[in-house]
């Protein structure tokens, strides 16, 4: 009986030791914050040619509470990937930094690459106002973006824009030169009196592919 009475105890030990870690990872599960990745559908890819309304919902839906002033932040990204109209992609080009001075937001971070030896290290530069940036700083970016990722903590959303798959534009060659290279630039934005602005450029013109 003592021998049945032990097996049973611990038979009961065991089922409760295993019902607790269940339990404790269902508790971690819904702890666990939700995802901070936006991979577009190929339909919402382009900025320049999808429907800004879907681009929108499709972002406000992935977090919760949703982002705020999500318009003002497509006609920004257009300005920057897209001709006057916003509607036709400039394949992948040169944007002069100094002709969008109204849209950052300071400190702005300037973040590259460099390889030396075969080891990559990161080269961070902070420029906190104006007269600070050099005379002739730009960047490349072009009408798509892979990926949107948003930031809780910094409350910042971070845009990749890869040379592949960005259409039209009179920079053939460049954009086929940088396609082959797995080129892409991160641009980082941050709000300021309710309005999103540029706050960092990542460029990674020739990643390993």
């Known amino acids: 009986m003592r021998l049945l009475a032990r097996s049973a105890l611990g038979c009961a030990l065991a089922l409760a030791a295993l019902a607790a870690a269940g339990n404790a990872a269902g508790a971690r599960a819904q702890a666990a914050p939700s995802a901070q990745v936006l991979m577009l559908p190929a339909e919402l890819s382009n900025v320049c040619e999808a429907?800004?309304?879907?681009?929108?919902l499709a972002m406000a839906r992935q977090w919760r509470p949703s982002l705020n002033a999500l318009d003002q932040w497509?006609?920004?990204?257009?300005?920057?990937?897209?001709?006057?109209?916003?509607?036709?992609?400039?394949?992948?080009?040169?944007?002069?930094?100094?002709?969008?001075e109204s849209a950052i937001r300071y400190p702005l971070t300037w973040v590259e690459t460099e390889t030396h030896n075969g080891r990559t290290r990161r080269k961070v530069k902070?420029?906190?106002?104006?007269?600070?940036?050099?005379?002739?700083?730009?960047?490349?970016v072009g009408g798509r973006i892979d990926e949107i990722r948003y930031d809780k903590r910094l409350r910042r959303i971070d845009a990749r824009f890869p040379a592949a798959g960005s259409r039209g534009g009179s920079n053939g060659a460049a954009s086929a030169a940088a396609a082959a290279q797995c080129a892409y630039t991160t641009l980082q934005f941050r709000q300021q009196n309710g309005l999103w602005l540029l706050s960092g450029v990542e460029p990674n013109l020739s990643p390993r592919c």
């Open 51 to 56: 429907d800004a309304q879907a681009l929108q």
């Open 126 to 140: 902070t420029y906190y106002s104006a007269s600070q940036l050099p005379p002739k700083i730009d960047f490349w």
């Open 74 to 100: 497509t006609q920004l990204v257009r300005s920057f990937s897209c001709d006057l109209s916003g509607q036709r992609d400039l394949g992948w080009h040169r944007v002069p930094l100094r002709a969008y």
